[in-house]
């Protein structure tokens, strides 16, 4: 059974650049979160959502973040225009509903220059 | 809010330590506690979890034991070996609500590094 699938595992673009990373979800899970880990902050929970209908959101820094989950199998975090403070490892995370336990993929590094 | 307190890192011990790294929580009510594990370069994976008062969860040699009477969640392992070499971190579900469903409260995660 594959796991969380987050694509892509590096990203390396310059500032002002948009930038979209992508998280496909465990099958049947329908829970779907959004983290964000660096260094100074530890492991921030940016958004997540239940049913592709986002539930809560105020982790998100600002409005140059945005997520969707346009169907059960597929979501996107997009930051535009980046910064080099975005530089962080983002990751996906899916659950089924009645679980504790959230799936965590294998993050993206993003770098931006 | 609820939050979750862990011990700062690095750890540092030697194959074969003893190892324990300090949890404490602040929460209303009686949340659902949970040990994570993140390997270098990976994702977190659960290590082990507590739902109520006085459980202990146990996986692969590590345990930890649910106290609320000191609002603690402390890991332990008798016997650490080098593959044990990971960032841990201690979390929080609250009580059950509506909008904190599933959330996880995470601490700030330690280091741990086994050396031969």
């Known amino acids: 059974d594959a796991g969380v699938i987050q694509s892509p595992r590096h990203e390396v673009t310059e500032m002002g650049q948009e930038v979209t990373l992508r998280c496909k979800p465990i099958?049947?899970?329908?829970?779907l979160f959004w983290y964000r880990q660096t260094m100074m902050r530890g492991l921030e929970l940016l958004i997540y959502f239940n049913n592709n209908v986002p539930i809560d959101d105020s982790g998100m820094p600002e409005d140059r973040f945005s997520a969707k989950m346009p169907n059960a199998s597929f979501s996107t975090l997009k930051i535009q225009p980046s910064e080099p403070r975005d530089s962080a490892v983002y990751f996906c995370a899916s659950k089924p509903g009645a679980a504790y336990e959230q799936y965590f993929g294998p993050g993206t590094r993003l770098t931006v220059t | 809010g609820d939050s979750v307190t862990q011990m700062e890192g690095p750890v540092t011990l030697s194959e074969e330590a003893f190892l324990t790294i300090n949890c404490t929580y602040t929460a209303t009510g009686y949340p659902s506690l949970f040990w994570y594990v993140q390997y270098p370069g990976e994702g977190l994976q659960l290590l082990l979890k507590?739902?109520?008062?006085?459980d202990k969860g146990s996986n692969k040699g590590f345990e930890a034991t649910y106290r609320k009477e000191t609002t603690s969640f402390h890991l332990e392992k008798g016997s650490v070996q080098v593959s044990d070499s990971a960032v841990y971190f201690c979390a929080l579900i609250p009580p059950l609500q509506t909008d904190s469903w599933g959330k996880l409260q995470f601490g700030a995660g330690t280091q741990v590094v086994v050396t031969p």
């Open positions: 507590a739902t109520k008062a006085d």
């Open positions: 099958s049947g899970h329908d829970y």
